[in-house]
């Protein structure tokens, strides 16, 4: 196990983030969990599209690519692909991951690359000053949609699962110990690994608190089979009592960086075999 | 008795799927294996099956790559061919096909029936049609009957005798009576055959662009079909292999974008390839490779918009949009080039200017360049080393540098100890957000620093005849060049002399004197004059006239005869 303080940033370091919000303590999660699987700083690379949650890889000191709203999966599998060595992490909020990126989304699960995605959902859009976000419940009011959002919210993990997802699970920002030790699954698991972690917006969203959640969720127990698909739909389904804990984990699905190309080695090392180049160009007299 | 000497147009008419394109490639190939000059263009419908398209080849004593109204022999394979190419059929063209499909056409019309169904059936398959109209051709030609055997046989070789032995069968019925026509009709053709010829390759734009890529090194492509940009992504999937290259379907162009700009972050040399279409979808990607200073290429094989516009025809008008692509102001390179030897070379100068400057480049193509098949010697493809210019990074490693060209050293993940960020906030050193006025604009000046260094690399453009001399300059770019070079040859007149420009941004500085005291002709396949507009923005040129096509076809060497005569 490495020094977790290997992961802090300098003494000082301004943050975005409002006193009490959830996004605090999944930084210190990602952070004991890096440590705890004992993944070098230079050999984690953390992708995050835009909003509070996006700006996670400006708090810890890893590789990072902080690229545009609802794009943190497409250059994380790329990544991955042109350098299977490395730890990759996609972590931004629910409007990123679901809404503006709910087509890469899809398209990520499809693929099973070997990352993880951590998505902070607060139920909100928190940065643009609290509109309503593809998982925020039927009802809520917000500056939108004054008498309350009018359609139904969008449900990531029964999404994930119907698209034959590896890895899905649930998590709450505000248990730091069951909360770690599903994401040191997730980074663990071969093949895309999703971890949705709730995580309340103390500003925008009055609804969806701490207590709220704390509630209407239970943790799976032991004798849940995680390799029943059917049985994790039902969980996935079920609004009332949130499921929590690895919901469905499906080992042995050949990851994507496996199938698009042969090896390992790192692209940047790899030069174009111009000997084979020449003779290619020969064919075409 | 008709004549042909020194330059034959020879056109191949049908529905789509009637094997047009195979009679294309088989006669091109055959003709070039024996040492003629061969150039081929096509226009088809944006269909699969039926509508009216047609291939163009030229088969010339000296080298052409341009496309010519003027049709000598026409093979129409279908009724629908003679209506749709009716304006281009002249009293000179020899119409070739049977005699039902070949109706509606004035008696001075010079028609030949060729039983292609009598052929099918003796052979007992339509299927060996195309082989037929490919032997008539080279009967009608007196070409070697031996060249197209051997050809035949290897190029059906993997699917059995059988299937050899009836292509053979077919082309000596189709050569037989081509040869008999040809005599019976009082045809002549006289054509130069050279050896040299014969060594050459024979490539499209498409193929010179793959190839290209590969010489740069490109090992990744993340791409949405779009027709034409698709070839270089099909081009990639059946070559790609044996190089190493990944290549990934994407879901849609904005992730094509995202996806190869983070593939270049980890240190791999990514292109995406599209049409104006998905670009457009791709924009946000350019502005992100802007800031991030993280390379991207883009490959934009232009045709005709709005929107959907013309699916398969050409056009010239998405210069503007890879010009001003992206919100926000940094720099970019756009290379436009003419022939397959400069899509050979601007492919990997795209990739040394991206990778160098760690900026967007496009190059801009079209859809009569993509699809044209000529013949070059092989010494024309020029090489450029590639180098990744990537460096180990060490632990105090800044991403963001401030230097003084402007250049921050690109390290990759996992190279070295050092943390490499990028961030499409406006960032520090460190690559961490920063909203401080002062730290704006050190990183925006150090970005447009760069610019100095990309216009001073920028190619000189290609200059057609005596330049210096000329009181009247016409100025061309991207797929014109080789219209442009046929056209001043046939007019002869010392004072008219051409630029093509393979580059069209920025200009290189050293090429404005080209155009000092002399009347400035623009000629370009859009309607608003895009180029000349920019001449005038980066060198205060003022242009005298615009010759403009934008109905989705290539300019004609006859067309731009008539202009440029008319300018005089």
């Not at chain 1, 103390?202 to 004798?223: A, C, G, L, P």
């Amino acid at each position: 196990m490495i020094d977790k303080k290997l992961y802090d940033m300098p003494q000082g370091t301004d943050m975005a983030w409002c006193p009490g919000c959830g996004n605090f303590p999944i930084l210190n999660i990602v952070k004991m969990a890096l440590a705890e699987l004992d993944r070098e700083p230079q050999d984690v690379v953390i992708c995050s599209g835009i909003g509070q949650a996006a700006k996670t890889p400006h708090y810890l000191r890893v590789n990072y690519f902080n690229g545009l709203h609802g794009r943190a999966l497409p250059p994380a599998i790329a990544i991955k692909v042109a350098n299977p060595k490395l730890t990759v992490i996609a972590e931004s909020g629910d409007g990123d991951t679901y809404g503006e990126g709910g087509n890469h989304f899809m398209h990520t699960i499809r693929r099973n690359p070997d990352i993880v995605s951590i998505v902070h959902d607060n139920m909100i859009y928190g940065l643009t000053k609290g509109q309503a976000s593809p998982t925020s419940e039927k009802g809520l009011k917000n500056p939108i949609q004054p008498t309350g959002v009018i359609v139904d919210q969008f449900n990531p993990l029964a999404v994930a699962l119907s698209l034959d997802a590896t890895f899905v699970a649930r998590a709450f920002s505000g248990d730091i110990l069951q909360t770690k030790e599903i994401i040191k699954a997730a980074i663990r698991h071969k093949g895309y690994a999703l971890v949705d972690v709730f995580q309340p917006c103390v500003v925008f969203n009055k609804q969806n608190t701490y207590q709220w959640f704390k509630e209407k969720s239970y943790y799976v127990d032991e004798k849940h089979d995680k390799t029943d698909k059917l049985k994790a739909l039902e969980l996935a389904f079920d609004l009332d009592r949130l499921a929590l804990g690895v919901i469905y984990q499906r080992e042995g699905k050949p990851t994507y960086e496996t199938l698009v190309r042969e090896g390992d080695e790192p692209l940047y090392k790899h030069a174009t075999d111009m000997t084979a180049l020449e003779r290619l160009i020969e064919t075409y007299k | 008795m008709k004549r042909f000497s020194g330059d034959i147009s020879l056109v191949l008419g049908g529905a789509a799927g009637q094997g047009v394109q195979t009679v294309e490639a088989l006669l091109v190939a055959v003709l070039k294996r024996e040492g003629y000059n061969v150039f081929a263009c096509k226009e088809y419908m944006s269909r699969i099956r039926g509508g009216s398209n047609s291939t163009e080849i030229r088969v010339t004593n000296k080298k052409r790559s341009s496309f010519v109204d003027r049709i000598d022999f026409l093979f129409a394979m279908d009724k629908d061919v003679i209506p749709h190419l009716q304006k281009r059929i002249s009293k000179d063209t020899i119409l070739l096909g049977e005699q039902a499909k070949v109706c509606g056409l004035s008696e001075e019309c010079h028609v030949i029936d060729v039983p292609f169904t009598r052929f099918a059936n003796e052979l007992g398959n339509p299927i060996y049609t195309s082989t037929v109209a490919v032997g008539v051709a080279l009967g009608i030609l007196k070409a070697d009957e031996k060249v197209f055997e051997q050809y035949l046989r290897e190029h059906f070789a993997r699917k059995g005798e059988e299937v050899v032995a009836k292509n053979i069968e077919a082309a000596e019925k189709g050569y037989a009576f081509g040869k008999h026509i040809a005599y019976h009709e009082g045809i002549e053709v006289h054509l130069a055959k050279s050896q040299a010829v014969e060594d050459e390759l024979l490539l499209s734009g498409d193929e010179a662009l793959g190839l290209g890529v590969l010489a740069a090194g490109c090992n990744y492509i993340s791409s949405y079909p779009m027709s034409p940009g698709t070839g270089l992504l099909t081009f990639l999937a059946q070559q790609g292999k044996k190089f190493g290259v990944v290549v990934d379907q994407a879901e849609d162009e904005i992730s094509a974008i995202n996806h190869s700009i983070g593939a270049w972050y980890a240190g791999a040399r990514a292109i995406v390839t599209t049409s104006g279409g998905g670009f457009d979808l791709m924009v946000e990607g350019i502005s992100l490779s802007g800031i991030i200073e993280t390379p991207i290429v883009v490959h934009i094989g232009q045709r005709p918009g709005p929107a959907t516009g013309l699916p398969t025809r050409t056009e010239q008008a998405d210069l503007n949009l890879a010009l001003y692509a992206g919100h926000g102001e940094f720099p970019r390179a756009i290379f436009a080039p003419g022939t397959p030897e400069e899509v050979f070379l601007v492919a990997q100068q795209a990739f040394h200017i991206a990778a160098k400057y760690q900026i967007p480049v496009f190059i801009l193509t079209d859809q009569y360049l993509l699809d044209s098949v000529r013949s070059l010697p092989k010494e024309r493809l020029q090489n450029i080393k590639p180098e990744n210019r990537i460096i180990e990074t060490k632990t105090d490693y800044k991403r963001y540098a401030l230097t003084e060209d402007g250049v921050s050293p690109r390290g990759v993940p996992g190279y070295g100890v050092g943390l490499v960020g990028v961030d499409s906030d406006e960032h520090d050193e460190m690559a961490h957000i920063t909203e401080s006025a002062e730290m704006r604009v050190a990183m925006h000046e150090k970005r447009w620093k760069k610019m100095e260094g990309i216009r001073e690399e920028a190619f000189m453009p290609t200059e057609i005849g005596d330049v210096k001399h000329a009181d009247t300059l016409v100025i061309c770019w991207g797929s014109n060049r080789g219209v442009v070079e046929e056209a001043l040859e046939i007019l002869g007149q010392e004072g008219i002399a051409a630029l093509h420009f393979h580059q069209v941004y920025p200009l290189p500085e050293k090429s404005k004197k080209l155009f000092s005291k002399k009347k400035i002709v623009v000629l370009e396949n859009n309607f608003s004059g895009q180029f000349a507009d920019l001449l005038t923005r980066e060198y205060g040129v003022k242009v005298t006239e615009n010759i403009l096509k934008y109905d989705g076809d290539p300019f004609s060497v006859e067309e731009i005869v008539l202009k440029l005569k008319a300018l005089s």
